[in-house]
Nanobody
Framework: QVQLQESGPGLVKPSQTLSLTCTVS??????????WSWIRQPPGKGLEWMGA???????VYSPSLKSRTSISRDTSKNQFTLQLSSVTPEDTALYYC????????????????WGQGTQVAVSS
């Protein structure tokens, strides 16, 4: 029943900040006791959980991306936003927003809703 949709620029220049927004419908980001997450998949590689914001507004980030990642929310719009700073071509990926219904330690097993994904290229 929960639907998610990513939006944002498909091209970002190196050293700039990547910003994507996830719009949630069919459920409130403040009602579900969930981790509203960002997940990405570089070309030819596996899925990487990046971080999340909880229903209460707390953040959890992947240690490898914590220094560059910020996830915020706009409860009035039922949206949450990813900001990834100082991007390089290694950040080129298909970016998903998703709901994790459980511990992020086992995030892949606990994903119950995905957006369709949006491709972001980091290139000059």
């Amino acid at each position: 029943q929960v639907q998610l949709q990513e939006s944002g620029p498909g091209l970002v220049k190196p050293s700039q900040t990547l910003s994507l927004t996830c719009t949630v419908s069919g459920g409130s980001i403040t009602t579900y006791k969930s981790y509203w997450s960002w997940i990405r998949q570089p070309p030819g590689k596996g899925l990487e959980w990046m971080g999340a914001i909880t229903y209460s507004g707390s953040n959890v980030y992947s240690p490898s991306l914590k220094s560059r990642t910020s996830i915020s929310r706009d409860t009035s719009k039922n949206q949450f936003t990813l900001q990834l700073s100082s991007v390089t071509p290694e950040d080129t990926a298909l970016y998903y927003c998703a709901r994790i219904d459980g511990s992020v330690t086992l995030w892949y097993l606990n994903v119950d809703s995905w957006g369709q994904g949006t491709q972001v290229a980091v290139s000059s």
